[in-house]
């Protein structure tokens, strides 16, 4: 399982990278960007906004194998 994350900046080139690996419906996680000049406290607080849909994608394998 995997999860393809990125800042707003560079959503189009993880994209363009899902499509090369066959894969183009696949979803990108997105957070804002920049996160550089953020502090230890903002960067949490993205890491939390989008912890949740990261879970997700990592145990959608699973997960449909337990329902079939």
């Known amino acids: ?19 090369n690996l066959g894969i183009p419906q696949y979803e990108v996680v997105t957070v804002p960007h ?4 953020l502090t230890k406290e903002e960067i949490w607080a993205r890491a939390d906004a989008v912890i949740d849909p990261i879970v997700a994608k990592l ?3 699973e997960l449909q194998a337990a329902a079939s």
């Not at 920049?34 to 000049?37: D, K, L, Q, R, T």
Request: glycine letters at 0%; aromatic letters at 4%.
């Open 1 to 19: 399982p995997t999860a393809n994350i990125s800042t707003t900046e560079f959503v189009a080139a993880a994209r363009i990278q899902c499509k």
């Open 34 to 37: 920049p996160i550089v000049p």
């Open 59 to 61: 145990v959608a394998e």
